[in-house]
């Protein structure tokens, strides 16, 4: 079959591409707003993008009614946040910080999900993560420039958090106890623990 994008409405634009370009990791973003309400959400258009400096994006969209998800606020406000990657053992608190809260709430209380303070920046981190990025914001993009349906955070990564039990006797990160989760079209998800290697030609 072929699918001519010019003819899908977003949502189905959205589907067809969510449900192909997978296994997707999961950026789980925590943020604090000027008033100083902590705030955490993930997002799965999400990658690292560049090692010089070290950067990761994060795609946040507008909500329906076109008003700004208060990750987006937050960072525009202070330029910080930290990004936490998701394991398995910690996938249905990351699903549960995704409701859409009142901004005077915090996923952290209304979640009982257990946090940390970062050395950085001011937004908490997530105490059980494997690891966490505390990261500045380089540059927020809207796209697409004349009708923007999201904003692009470059967050760069200033110190990361890595749990030792995620590491191997070589002191690098081993997939294996990583076991970080993926997200698939729809409400699926995987994990990453079925890997193989092969050496480049
Ligand atoms: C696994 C997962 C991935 C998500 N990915 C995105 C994403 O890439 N972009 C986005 O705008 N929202 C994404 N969402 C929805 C946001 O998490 C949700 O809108 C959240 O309420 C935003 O919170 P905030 O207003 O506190 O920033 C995702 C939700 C889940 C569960």
Redesign the pocket.
């Known amino acids: 079959m072929q699918l001519d994008f010019s003819s899908l409405t977003p949502l189905e634009a959205y589907r067809w591409l969510a449900s192909s370009v997978t296994p997707?990791p999961?950026?789980w973003?925590s943020?604090r707003s000027a008033a100083g309400v902590d705030?955490?959400?993930?997002?799965?258009?999400?990658q690292v993008i560049s090692d010089r400096p070290p950067t990761l994006m994060?795609?946040?969209?507008?909500?329906d009614d076109g008003s700004?998800?208060?990750?987006?606020?937050?960072v525009q406000e202070t330029g910080e946040l930290v990004i936490q990657l998701v394991d398995f053992a910690q996938a249905e608190a990351?699903?549960a910080?995704?409701?859409?809260?009142a901004?005077g709430i915090s996923?952290f209380q209304h979640c009982a999900i257990a946090s940390l303070p970062s050395s950085r920046v001011a937004p908490l981190r997530v105490a059980a993560a494997p690891v966490a990025f505390e990261c500045r914001v380089a540059q927020i993009q809207a796209y697409p420039a004349q009708d923007p349906s999201?904003h692009l955070i470059f967050a760069e990564v200033l110190l990361a958090h890595i749990d030792d039990a995620v590491l191997d006797q070589r002191g690098r990160i081993d997939p294996q106890r990583l076991d970080l989760i993926g997200?698939l079209g729809g409400s699926g998800?995987c994990r990453t623990r079925d890997g193989f290697e092969m050496a480049r030609p």
Do not use: G, Q, W
């Not at 700004?68 to 937050?74: A, G, P």
């Open positions: 997707r999961i950026a973003v943020t705030n955490l959400a993930p997002f799965s258009f999400f994060v795609n946040v969209n507008l909500r700004l998800k208060d990750t987006l606020r937050n990351m699903n910080s995704s409701a859409t809260l901004p996923e999201c997200r998800y």
